[in-house]
């Protein structure tokens, strides 16, 4: 049997090293750095890296995609009321109960200050890929519920537009055709969901 | 075959630590561990594609492991690389030959049976569980998911109940 | 750059190539500990030879401290890597049969594959056997759908469904495995 004294120093060094790195880690808490890295967060936010937009959150819940989990951060009345199909219900004042997750976590809220703001809290706390509906509600309402379509509602755009209210029980809005010959009111009539700004 | 006298076994806590690095640079690589049975998986949903590729994509547990690029599947590429690595070890360390492990109160045919067989409830066991030893046990334990810490315990505790019922193959 | 380094902007050349390489030192660290030799593995159930149990902890350990240590330090975004989802009665189901089909092989998926690639017969037979019992399998998950879905809890770890801290879970895993480390330490001894 092999109990050289090389073998025995190996053992026990790696038992002390082991036992003083497992001690440690017990005062330490969490295997997350005690300082949040807000340059990077704050980079993430300037570059609307946290961002996601109502039509793909519609794309990936028609898909079904399994790796996807929506979290509504507003009031159980405002969540019972209506909220986004398949989101799960979690107060912004509960949101340190959310278990770490491999998933993709989308947030929102009413209007998307709240939802914006529990972004920023749970990559805090070390959640990965979170991003947040930055219109909220009332994004989803007006994009994915009724979207502005043109009457002859052609281009892969506008189908798409219709087929997602549809899917999720809403009715798009025609536009009437634009009589403004400059071209503003037909841009809108255009099914391209407007970008949001400001959180 | 190699003809060197066979080295003696590394000892098991510097195996067991090195084997962990390697674990830990899965993690940091790729953000994933080691595995085992995801590739079987893999392998034997891709195989049922080429023979009745109807059948497998009907199938809701083959389709989602069917795809055209093979070496596109992680842990199918991983566990080539075990037979490569597990062959040059032994290769070099004098223990590689055509040979069976097995006791003595057990036949050569006798002892692929028991071997075959283990290994069909091992798959069976593996799909269940979403995951083997290296996996679950392995993996899971270091992430400390609840899953791997609930196999662990049920996985050594019916080896360890079976064992004995076939102590005598190993006599 | 926080790790992991991959993701799944990487090319699928770098990703296999990462995937190899982690293969091969997988597949070489456990014939090096013996693990490639179903005797001894067995040994483990047999207690005569606790090889099993001292790689399988020692490693577990290691990456449980490299990962807490990496994440504390920011080195490492723990949120990222993947974590397992929990099905309560599939995985304790699913861990007696692999645990009974570990006994009468004496290999696992991983052993097994290292132990062919060193010519052992035995070895290529467990290959065989977990290939047809995945195929098997395959074929009634869907029947068996609700049975392997049922009493899912997503991808929870042990600090999260018991609020301990995770620092205090590692504490306790490492001590647990010192321990037990002692433990085979002794078995082994009794029987020389």
Same mark, same amino acid.
């Given at each position: 049997?092999?109990?050289?004294?090389?073998?025995?120093?190996?053992?026990?060094?790696?038992?002390?090293?082991?036992?003083?790195?497992?001690?440690?880690?017990?005062?330490?808490?969490?295997?997350?750095?005690?300082?949040?890295?807000?340059?990077?967060?704050?980079?993430?936010?300037?570059?609307?890296?946290?961002? /996601?937009?109502?039509?793909?959150?519609?794309?990936?819940?028609?898909?079904?995609?399994?790796?996807?989990?929506?979290?509504?951060?507003?009031?159980?009345?405002?969540?019972?009321?209506?909220?986004? &199909?398949?989101?799960?219900?979690?107060?912004?004042?509960?949101?340190?109960?959310?278990?770490?997750?491999?998933?993709?976590?989308?947030?929102?809220?009413?209007?998307?200050?709240?939802?914006?703001?529990?972004?920023?809290?749970?990559?805090?706390?070390?959640?990965?890929?979170?991003?947040?509906?930055?219109?909220?509600?009332?994004?989803?309402?007006?994009?994915?519920?009724?979207?502005?379509?043109?009457?002859?509602?052609?281009?892969?755009?506008?189908?798409?537009?219709?087929?997602?209210?549809?899917?999720?029980?809403?009715?798009?809005?025609?536009?009437?055709?634009?009589?403004?010959?400059?071209?503003?009111?037909?841009?809108?009539?255009?099914?391209? &969901?407007?970008?949001?700004?400001?959180? | 075959?190699?003809?060197?006298? &066979?080295?003696?076994?590394?000892?098991?806590?510097?195996?067991?630590?090195?084997?962990?690095? /390697?674990?830990?640079?899965?993690?940091?690589?790729?953000?994933?561990?080691?595995?085992?049975?995801?590739?079987?998986?893999?392998?034997?949903?891709?195989?049922?594609?080429?023979?009745?590729?109807?059948?497998?994509?009907?199938?809701?547990?083959?389709?989602?492991?069917?795809?055209?690029?093979?070496?596109?599947?992680?842990?199918?590429?991983?566990?080539?690389?075990?037979?490569?690595?597990?062959?040059?070890?032994?290769?070099?360390?004098?223990?590689?030959?055509?040979?069976?492990?097995?006791?003595?109160?057990?036949?050569?045919?006798?002892?692929?049976?028991?071997?075959?067989?283990?290994?069909?409830?091992?798959?069976?066991?593996?799909?269940?569980?979403?995951?083997?030893?290296?996996?679950?046990?392995?993996?899971?334990?270091?992430?400390?998911?609840?899953?791997?810490?609930?196999?662990?315990?049920?996985?050594?505790?019916?080896?360890?109940?079976?064992?004995?019922?076939?102590?005598?193959?190993?006599? | 750059?926080?790790?992991?380094?991959?993701?799944?902007?990487?090319?699928?050349?770098?990703?296999?190539?990462?995937?190899?390489?982690?293969?091969?030192?997988?597949?070489?660290?456990?014939?090096?500990?013996?693990?490639?030799?179903?005797?001894?593995?067995?040994?483990?159930?047999?207690?005569?030879?606790?090889?099993?149990?001292?790689?399988?902890?020692?490693?577990?350990?290691?990456?449980?401290?490299?990962?807490?240590?990496?994440?504390?330090?920011?080195?490492?975004?723990?949120?990222?890597? !993947?974590?397992?989802?929990?099905?309560?009665?599939?995985?304790?189901?699913?861990?007696?049969?692999?645990?009974?089909?570990?006994?009468?092989?004496?290999?696992?998926?991983?052993?097994?594959?290292?132990?062919?690639?060193?010519?052992?017969?035995?070895?290529?037979?467990?290959?065989?056997?977990?290939?047809?019992?995945?195929?098997?399998?395959?074929?009634?998950?869907?029947?068996?759908?609700?049975? !392997?879905?049922?009493?899912?809890?997503?991808?929870?770890?042990?600090?999260?469904?018991?609020?301990?801290?995770?620092?205090?879970?590692?504490?306790?895993?490492?001590?647990?495995?010192?321990?037990?480390?002692? /433990?085979?330490?002794?078995?082994?001894?009794?029987?020389?």
């Amino acid at each position: 049997m092999d109990r050289s004294t090389p073998h025995l120093n190996a053992r026990s060094t790696l038992a002390v090293v082991a036992a003083s790195l497992a001690l440690l880690a017990a005062l330490a808490g969490e295997p997350r750095p005690t300082t949040v890295d807000v340059g990077a967060l704050a980079r993430q936010i300037a570059t609307e890296a946290d961002h /996601v937009d109502a039509t793909t959150v519609a794309r990936w819940i028609k898909s079904r995609r399994s790796d996807l989990r929506i979290i509504d951060v507003r009031e159980q009345s405002e969540y019972d009321e209506y909220h986004i &199909p398949t989101a799960e219900h979690l107060p912004l004042e509960r949101l340190t109960a959310l278990a770490r997750s491999s998933d993709t976590t989308v947030l929102y809220s009413g209007g998307g200050a709240h939802g914006a703001q529990a972004w920023v809290l749970l990559r805090a706390l070390g959640h990965a890929k979170v991003a947040v509906l930055s219109g909220g509600i009332d994004e989803w309402t007006t994009e994915v519920l009724h979207p502005i379509v043109p009457p002859d509602a052609a281009g892969p755009q506008a189908a798409e537009a219709v087929d997602l209210a549809v899917y999720f029980g809403g009715t798009p809005r025609v536009q009437p055709r634009a009589i403004d010959e400059t071209g503003s009111r037909s841009d809108r009539a255009r099914a391209v &969901p407007p970008r949001r700004r400001g959180c | 075959m190699s003809r060197r006298q &066979p080295q003696p076994y590394a000892d098991p806590y510097i195996a067991g630590v090195s084997l962990g690095l /390697v674990l830990l640079a899965a993690f940091v690589i790729v953000g994933r561990g080691l595995g085992a049975s995801g590739a079987f998986a893999t392998a034997a949903s891709n195989l049922t594609a080429r023979i009745d590729p109807q059948a497998a994509s009907n199938n809701p547990f083959f389709s989602p492991y069917l795809t055209s690029n093979l070496f596109a599947d992680w842990l199918l590429v991983e566990v080539i690389g075990v037979f490569i690595g597990g062959a040059a070890s032994a290769w070099l360390a004098g223990r590689a030959r055509i040979a069976i492990d097995r006791g003595a109160g057990v036949s050569s045919w006798g002892r692929l049976g028991f071997s075959a067989a283990g290994g069909l409830l091992m798959g069976i066991g593996a799909i269940l569980a979403r995951g083997c030893t290296s996996g679950q046990a392995l993996t899971g334990g270091a992430v400390l998911a609840v899953g791997a810490w609930l196999f662990i315990p049920a996985a050594f505790a019916a080896a360890y109940a079976v064992a004995p019922l076939i102590r005598w193959t190993w006599r | 750059m926080t790790a992991p380094l991959l993701d799944g902007q990487t090319s699928t050349v770098v990703t296999a190539l990462s995937a190899l390489a982690i293969g091969i030192a997988f597949g070489w660290t456990l014939e090096r500990a013996g693990l490639g030799n179903a005797r001894k593995l067995v040994g483990q159930f047999h207690l005569t030879d606790l090889t099993v149990f001292k790689v399988m902890f020692s490693a577990l350990v290691t990456a449980l401290l490299g990962v807490f240590w990496l994440g504390r330090l920011g080195w490492l975004d723990v949120g990222r890597l !993947y974590l397992p989802e929990t099905f309560l009665v599939p995985q304790l189901t699913g861990g007696l049969i692999f645990g009974v089909g570990f006994a009468l092989s004496g290999l696992c998926p991983g052993t097994s594959c290292v132990a062919a690639a060193s010519g052992r017969l035995d070895g290529l037979a467990a290959v065989a056997g977990i290939m047809a019992g995945v195929w098997t399998i395959g074929w009634f998950i869907q029947p068996l759908s609700r049975f !392997y879905e049922s009493t899912s809890r997503g991808a929870v770890t042990l600090p999260d469904v018991t609020g301990i801290p995770s620092g205090v879970i590692v504490l306790a895993v490492v001590s647990l495995a010192l321990a037990g480390f002692r /433990v085979a330490e002794w078995i082994e001894a009794r029987r020389t």
